[in-house]
Structures are given as C-alpha cells and as structure tokens.
C-alpha cells in the first residue's frame, strides 16, 4: 500500500491518524497543508515526511511561492528527522522540482526493497522479531524499511513471526506496524512496551529490528522508548539492528548536536478521546530518544549492511 499518491497536481496521504479504523486520504493542496500533515502525523516516519516535503515544494513552485520561505517554513515543522531537510535541500537545487520529487518517490521504493534483500539474511527460520514503532509502507513511499527486511524474509519462506510494542503515546506499533502485518498474513502479537525486557529475558525474542529517524556520529535517534529495547537486548544477548536508507544519514552531527522534538502534553495525557491522567498533570514528551552505536548489531542500507558510524 502506497502511503502518498500524486495526482492532479495535489499530494494524497493516507491520514495516519485514522488508522487502523478506516483509511482516508488527507488532500494537500498547497505546501502549508503538508506542514500540517507532517506537525499532526497525518504523514509520519523519515523516509515518508522526506518525500512529502519534497512534494511540498513542488505545490509552493506551481503556485508561484518563493520557494526559500517554503523550504524554511517545511524544514521547521519536525527536527528530528533528517530526511525531511535532505530532500528539501535537493529540490533547491534540482531545476525541475516536480520531476526530482517524482524520481525520489521511486527511489525510495526501490531502495526499500533493496534494505529488504540485504537485510533478511539477518533473519534465520523460526525467528522470533521485536519491532518498535513503525517503519513499515507506511513510514515510507511503500514497503518499508525494518518492516520491509521482514516482508522479504517473509516471502521467501521464512517461518517467522513478529512482535510488535505498542509505542506510546501515539500508539504506531499497535495501530499501524500490527495493521502492516496483518495484510501481508504475517504471524503478528502486540505487546506493552514495558513487557519488551521481560520477553528477551525469558528467551522470546531472536531479533531485534527498529527503523531510524536519523543516523549520525555515534548513535541513532529514533522513536522514543528505543533506547530502553536497545539496553535489554545487549543486557540479554539479542542482535539489535536498524534499518534505514542512507538518505537518514547524517555524517555532520554527533549525539550532543542533534534536536529532540518534544511534542504536546495532549499526546500523553489522552488515549484517543479518554483522558487517563488528571487535568492538572505536567508532561514530559519527547519524541525521540538515541541509541548508542555500542548497542547497534549493524544498520540495514540499499547498500548492505554497515556499521554505525
């Protein structure tokens, strides 16, 4: 399933937050109303929000915008992920916006299933795989990148079998990696985030595999609660990799440099509609935590397997 369509000069996104309960398409018309899809995470995972913005420039060029206030205002609506000043960047420099938005939204497919060939050796028959959040289609054009190395090891007859946390406050691996899995037919369970330590203790879990919203001098920033699954896994002895295009990678920045988007204290203190603390609460919601390079088995790229740099 493809996350965003091009058509009639508008960008389709399937709305993220409706999922897994119906799927609707949020339309965007101008760049503005792709800044508010990805600050709402209507469009949500690196390599997605990259081709999305890309996408944004396109519709800030047809309309005649100045497209320097554009890719300001596009690179300002989430920090964190890399992707999304990277591709801005290389629609500035293209002469033909839409044509260089085109060609990456290709790109990222086929560089997908480029992680998902050199990535499914890592998965042996019977294994058992923790993912975090999701970097599934959905968190890209299509297919996938940590999602994607198990489809290809799916398809290749492979008996496996997924575990999928939660990933509060949003909910992605309940809402959308078990929903991924769940089409492809793949044997899928959803647990609590804070049972992830308990399973590895027990022996349950092989395989550890997260996606990456960055990749930069000693570590990786991903989804919050990463880290915690990282520390288990090297505590108990289970690989942990990440899989990610080398898009995600950024060779100027180290751990002290990179910026944590903190998010609303709504995220946390509601679960859909239900309030579960009091109104008075005062929140803490970062939305990303990093993953130290001693604690990543490899990183899963179009290009092989690499080591974190």
């Not at 965007?28 to 800044?35: G, L, W």
């Not at 992605?172 to 992830?196: F, H, T």
Request: glycine share 8%; charged share 25%.
């Amino acid at each position: 399933m493809k996350t965003m369509l091009w058509e009639d000069n508008q960008l389709l996104l399937i709305d993220q937050t409706k999922l897994p309960d119906e799927i609707v398409y949020f339309t965007c018309k101008t760049y503005q109303d792709v800044i508010k899809a990805i600050k709402t995470m209507v469009v949500r995972g690196a390599p997605a929000i990259g081709v999305s913005a890309a996408f944004g420039m396109v519709l800030a060029d047809l309309a005649g915008e100045d497209l320097e206030k554009a890719a300001s205002e596009i690179k300002n609506s989430r920090p964190t992920a890399v992707n999304l000043f990277w591709a801005v960047d290389r629609i500035l420099a293209s002469p033909s916006p839409r044509d260089e938005a085109l060609k990456m939204y290709q790109e990222d497919i086929k560089t997908n299933q480029m992680i998902g060939k050199h990535g499914s050796p890592v998965i042996d028959d019977g294994d058992t795989i923790l993912t975090h959040c999701n970097a599934g289609a959905l968190a890209c054009v299509d297919y996938g990148t940590a999602l994607g190395v198990i489809r290809a090891a799916f398809a290749q007859g492979k008996k496996i079998n997924v575990i999928c946390d939660e990933t509060r406050p949003l909910g992605q691996g309940a809402r959308l990696s078990v929903w991924e899995m769940q089409q492809e037919n793949i044997p899928v369970k959803l647990i609590v985030d804070s049972a992830a330590g308990y399973l590895m203790q027990q022996g349950k879990i092989d395989k550890v595999l997260i996606g990456a919203d960055r990749v930069f001098k000693g570590g990786v920033a991903n989804k919050i609660g990463s880290l915690m699954v990282a520390l288990s896994a090297k505590r108990y002895g289970v690989p942990f990799y990440v899989a990610a295009p080398l898009s995600t990678f950024d060779y100027d920045k180290s751990i002290g440099e990179i910026e944590i988007e903190e998010r609303g204290p709504e995220e946390v203190l509601l679960y859909g509609n239900c309030r579960i603390a009091p109104e008075n609460t005062e929140v803490l919601n970062p939305a990303f935590d990093i993953v130290p390079d001693d604690l990543i088995s490899g990183i899963i790229t179009e290009k092989g397997i690499l080591d974190p740099i």
